[in-house]
């Protein structure tokens, strides 16, 4: 049983665009969020977090939404460039170090 | 200097074997972790320790045994391999316990069980 879903497994956009990454979470105790990044051949590295006191966090071109009420979590990359060609994953947790991972969803940005 | 390293990357066995998969971080931090990512793709967390000591333990067959020498080396070792213990296996490591304390992942090892 999966307590963190991406349902898309692919998202294809064109550089300069928005990139819009969904991630929807089943429990409610989940109180932070992360979001990594992940090359080929690479582990994944962190990209940005939110805390379940906020409902928004900025980080340059990246920008993570956190909608309680829904469960739900989005990334918005802002413009999107060739380089954020990567896998995605989003992560929760419930006051410990004790991460659920998502499937990922796999950005392409076409030049 | 890579921060999070594992060895090997590659490991292609036959079932009923036993192997072994090395983890070493030069961060100085005091908690390892291993994580299996299946073929559905997702990071499931295996195990965690804190200063060689086990603070998270899944629910893993238990021919998967961890072991932590000292706190820069988590090494993850698997008895009778099976056919669906092939994934890639993912290090990390962290500063402290708290969700708030990044995780810094390996590169993966990726095991196949012919």
């Known amino acids: 049983d999966q307590q963190v879903k991406q349902n898309s497994p692919s998202l294809s956009v064109q550089e300069g665009r928005i990139s819009i990454l969904n991630c929807d979470y089943t429990n409610s105790m989940f109180d932070y969020f992360l979001w990594y990044k992940k090359y080929p051949a690479e582990g994944p590295t962190f990209l940005i977090s939110i805390s379940s006191i906020k409902d928004k966090n900025e980080d340059g071109r990246f920008t993570v939404f956190l909608n309680k009420s829904a469960k739900h979590l989005s990334l918005h990359i802002v413009p999107s460039q060739p380089g954020d060609s990567a896998v995605y994953f989003c992560a929760a947790s419930a006051n410990f170090n004790k991460f659920y991972f998502g499937s990922g969803t796999k950005l392409n940005v076409k030049p | ?114």
């Open chain 2, 1 to 114: 200097d890579t921060a999070v390293s594992q060895t090997p990357k590659y490991l292609v066995t036959q079932m009923g074997n036993d192997k072994s998969i090395k983890c070493e971080q030069n961060l100085g931090h005091d908690t390892m972790y291993w994580y299996k990512q299946d073929s559905k793709k997702f990071l499931k967390i295996m195990f965690s320790y804190n200063n060689k000591e086990l603070i998270i333990n899944e629910t893993v067959p238990n021919r998967f045994s961890p072991k932590s020498p000292d706190k820069a080396h988590l090494n993850l070792h698997i008895n009778s391999l099976e056919l669906g213990d092939s994934a890639v296996y993912f290090c990390a490591s962290s500063q402290g316990t708290s969700s708030y304390n990044e995780q810094f992942f390996g590169p993966g090892t990726r095991l196949t069980v012919l």
